[in-house]
Each structure stands twice: as C-alpha cells, then as structure tokens.
C-alpha cells in the first residue's frame, strides 16, 4: 500500500562495478568440457559461484583465488556466441550490460591425416595437418600438441594448418599422438601419430664414385633407416 512493508527473508546484495573483468579462453567446442576461468575482483571462497552461458544453460563455478574462478562450459551446446554472466547465489553481475563478455562454440574440428607422417628427432619437420573445422581457430592461439610437447599452428584454410614437429629428445626414434587445439586448451582426439625417426648413420657408399653426367646406382649401407616411404638421397 505505499506504506507497510513486509520482509521478504532475502537480503539484498550490493556488488561493486567491475566485478566481472574477462575470460579464458572466450570459445570452445560445442561438445562442451571447456575449463573457463572466470577474472574479476574480490571473489570470497564462502560464496556460491555460477557461469550462465546464456539464458538456460548453467553451471557451478569453483572458487581459485581473490580473482579468478573456473566453470566447464555445457555439453551438447549450440554453435555460435553466448553472452556469459556470473552468478553470486541468485544475483546476476557482469562487467558491462552494454559490451557484455560472450563466449564462442564451435564446431569441433576434426584430424583426418597428417603429411608427412615422420621427421628427424632434432626436430624441424614442417607437418601439415588435413581435416575440417579449422577455420573456427582464426583470430584463436592454435596449437599442434606432438605428444607432451606443444607448439604454435598456423591455418591456412578450413580444412589445413601447419607447424613444425618439435625436438624430441630419443635416440631410439618413437612415435607420439599429434593433436590440434583451437582455443589453447581444448585438443582434438590424438588420431594420428608421428614418428621420430633415430638419426640415420651411413658410413658406407658403393661406389663412392661415378661420372659427371650422372646415372650411377649407389647402394647406401649403414643403420637406422625408416620403414616410410618417401626417402630421398
């Protein structure tokens, strides 16, 4: 009536502005899992955290530190970018309702094969990886992940990236998983493998001659020759 008031048994919240200040990464793929963490200011370990992506979907954050949080984007989400707010118990902040955080999902990308499939254990080799989906990663941090170790991508279209395989340190030679990540977090199924090769000892050449214009037959003796094709003298 204007005049009497009831409690309604909820306390109001008051939160400072900025309290929402940025994200990483800012996409995933639309499979979800992306581990998010969430940036602001003065964040409390007693308080109950949730990232909306979104209208509907939601998820708990996990308190990390004073200013970070982290929240695993939905599974099974819709490609395309989501507005991505913060949710203190049922109080909804943001850093700017004007130029709202939006996180991106994207189709996930797809390793068909990789050329070539084997290189020098000193590193080098420059790998193109073949599939579908990359164009998602254009603006993004890609990566190839050769076993542990991890490196720069570069796209060169929708369906291609390239990178250059890593040292590795096995004077045996062995093979690891190859994998692309998009966003710096998320990578693709290690469908494909690549092979360090044991460096190559060639001690022996008959004949060690032969005439100017070419033609000669060498026969090359020594250890550690890969089983691949593709070998050049």
Do not use: W
Request: glycine share 12%; aromatic share 8%; with cysteine.
């Amino acid at each position: 009536d204007g005049v009497g008031f009831g409690d309604t048994g909820r306390p109001f919240r008051y939160l400072e502005p900025g309290f929402l200040t940025g994200l990483s990464p800012s996409s995933g793929p639309e499979t979800g899992g992306t581990v998010v963490t969430v940036f602001g200011t003065k964040f409390s370990r007693n308080e109950k955290y949730t990232c909306r992506f979104g209208k509907s979907l939601a998820v708990v954050a996990k308190y990390h530190t004073a200013t970070s949080l982290a929240c695993i984007s939905p599974v099974d989400s819709t490609v395309g970018s989501v507005q991505l707010a913060l949710a203190v118990e049922d109080d909804v902040v943001s850093a700017d309702a004007d130029s709202p955080f939006e996180f991106n999902f994207y189709a996930t990308p797809v390793v068909i094969d990789v050329e070539p499939t084997n290189g020098a254990l000193s590193g080098g080799t420059l790998v193109t990886i073949h599939g579908t989906g990359f164009d998602a990663g254009q603006g993004m941090a890609s990566l190839c992940r050769f076993g542990e170790t991890i490196v720069p991508a570069q796209m060169l279209s929708d369906k291609a990236l390239t990178c250059v395989a890593p040292p590795r340190r096995n004077t045996g030679g062995s093979a690891v998983a190859l994998a692309v990540s998009l966003n710096g977090v998320d990578y693709t199924d290690a469908i494909a493998d690549f092979q360090y090769n044991a460096f190559v000892v060639a001690p022996s050449l008959l004949p060690a001659t032969g005439p100017r214009n070419g033609g000669t037959v060498v026969d090359i003796e020594g250890l550690n020759f890969p089983t691949t094709k593709g070998m050049l003298c």
